[in-house]
């Protein structure tokens, strides 16, 4: 083959790999949006094991006490939902997500807790929420509010739920890290810096002194960001 022809030949499969590679980030963007099928039980599974860490480090900071209800939105495969309610044993632990897969993995995770009625899960959206004003003590949320819509309309719904006085945990980890990987893009992902989560909450109801953000250094170089946030008892 000519030396220009082998280059052309060269050129072309390196596009169409190229090609297949952004396909799986996209791929791997949308499952850890809504799970889904065989790469969804998969993405699942994974998940349990890689996001163990953010979730040990946000259920310390929700300070439960055994009396308390609470809510996780989009708990996955449910690894933070059995902490929880090994940490509530007199109280109650309600988690929605709307992936059905996930429903079905956290809810095998979680059989016992459920069958004895401490624990409710439902398949659902983040807004509307189907709970009453200042229902749950307190609220977790890890590694979801990359899916939050533009507007943000979620947090107004979380602030909704919580009690006077209850608080809030939020992990995600920090924009800088999103911005390496290749499955975080923006069709799937909202990503976010200190500031863009201090707005995110202070938007959805929460006063600023009442919102804190720490800055967590974790394995393999992970920049991630915990926001507690403490909901006012002053009328909104
Ligand atoms: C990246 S996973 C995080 C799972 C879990 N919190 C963890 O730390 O392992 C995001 C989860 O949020 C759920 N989710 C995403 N957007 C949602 C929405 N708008 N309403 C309900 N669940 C949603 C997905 O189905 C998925 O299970």
């Given at each position: 083959m000519p030396q220009t022809d082998h280059r052309a030949v060269h050129r072309k499969t390196k596009i169409i790999s190229n090609r297949y590679v952004d396909r799986f980030w996209q791929m791997i963007g949308k499952q850890l949006q809504h799970p889904t099928g065989v790469a969804g039980s998969i993405v699942g599974w994974l998940m349990a094991i890689i996001n163990d860490e953010p979730n040990r480090v946000a259920i310390a900071a929700l300070e439960l006490v055994e009396r308390d209800t609470v809510l996780e939105l989009g708990?996955?495969?449910g690894r933070g939902l059995a902490a929880l309610s090994c940490r509530v044993l007199q109280g109650q632990v309600y988690g929605v997500d709307q992936s059905a897969l996930m429903l079905a993995q956290a809810s095998r995770r979680n059989r016992s807790a459920i069958e004895s009625g401490q624990m409710n899960l439902l398949k659902g959206t983040f807004c509307p929420l189907p709970w009453k004003v200042a229902a749950f003590d307190k609220i977790l949320l890890v590694n979801?509010?990359?899916?939050?819509?533009?507007?943000?309309?979620e947090m107004s719904e979380i602030h909704r739920v919580l009690r006077p006085g209850g608080r809030l945990v939020v992990y995600v980890t920090d924009s800088s890290t999103m911005k390496k990987w290749?499955?975080?893009?923006p069709d799937t992902h909202l990503v976010f810096d200190q500031r863009d989560l201090r707005t995110l909450l202070e938007r959805g109801g929460f006063d600023a002194p009442e919102v804190t953000i720490h800055t967590l250094h974790l394995p393999f170089g992970i920049r991630g960001l915990l926001a507690i946030a403490e909901k006012s008892f002053k009328p909104a």
């Open positions: 708990f996955g495969p979801v509010v990359y899916f939050f819509g533009p507007a943000g309309h290749p499955f975080a893009s």
